[in-house]
T-cell receptor, first 113, second 111 residues
Framework: NAGVMQNPRHLVRRRGQEARLRCSPM?????VYWYRQLPEEGLKFMVY????????ESGMPKERFSAEFPKEGPSILRIQQVVRGDSAAYFC???????????FGPGTRLTVT | GEDVEQSLFLSVREGDSSVINCTYT??????LYWYKQEPGAGLQLLTY?????DMKQDQRLTVLLNKKDKHLSLRIADTQTGDSAIYFC???????????FGQGTELSVKP
């Protein structure tokens, strides 16, 4: 049973470019959470999605960031016009809906140059 | 409010016990979690405890919960060098799905 998968593992973008981060949840899981870990900090919640629905986006920056979880395919976190402050590790976690077990992927480390 | 507090560093000798402490804010939290993060890796769910429990033991790990003081601890018995990592405690926010994490405690195990 494959775990949560994220790709790419490392992503380098120049300022102003777009970054697309993908997350495939564990088999049988239909709930996805995205978290961001800035250098030397803990994880901060960004967004919670179920298939085709955004449930809670209270942690998403108001501009440039968007997320989706289509009926088919992985969840996508999209960052438009990246800036240096977006450099961080982005993790997704999935759960079956039993909220006490969130399983994390290996993360995507985004570097903005 | 959302605030989970942990001390930042802990250093122990191999074979000793490690105790990592955490304080949380939401007294209605039904579960509390401990995650482990090794360098360059994701978070591994170590264990969790239901709020109606005072203690949970799982092999070398013991979790203690003091609801009155909103204090959670993780004890690792016979600490090994492979236990060196950052340990995060987390609580669900307002009984919802999203987790609020502490800053993480970096455990260093010296041979």
């Amino acid at each position: 049973n494959a775990g949560v998968m994220q790709n790419p593992r490392h992503l380098v973008r120049r300022r102003g470019q777009e970054a697309r981060l993908r997350c495939s949840p564990m088999k049988g899981h239909s709930h996805v959470y995205w978290y961001r870990q800035l250098p030397e900090e803990g994880l901060k919640f960004m967004v919670y999605l179920q298939k085709e629905n955004i449930i809670d986006e209270s942690g998403m920056p108001k501009e440039r960031f968007s997320a989706e979880f289509p009926k088919e395919g992985p969840s996508i976190l999209r960052i438009q016009q990246v800036v240096r402050g977006d450099s961080a590790a982005y993790f997704c976690a999935s759960t079956s809906g039993s909220r006490y077990e969130q399983y994390f992927g290996p993360g995507t480390r985004l570097t903005v140059t | 409010g959302e605030d989970v507090e942990q001390s930042l560093f802990l250093s122990v000798r191999e074979g000793d016990s490690s105790v990592i402490n955490c304080t949380y804010t939401d007294s209605s939290s039904t579960y509390l979690y401990w995650y482990k993060q090794e360098p360059g890796a994701g978070l591994q769910l170590l264990t969790y405890i239901f709020s109606n429990m005072d203690m949970k033991q799982d092999q070398r790990l013991t979790v203690l919960l003091n609801k009155k003081d909103k204090h959670l601890s993780l004890r690792i018995a016979d600490t090994q060098t492979g236990d060196s990592a950052i340990y995060f405690c987390a609580e669900p926010y307002n009984q919802g799905g999203k987790l609020i994490f502490g800053q993480g405690t970096e455990l260093s195990v010296k041979p």
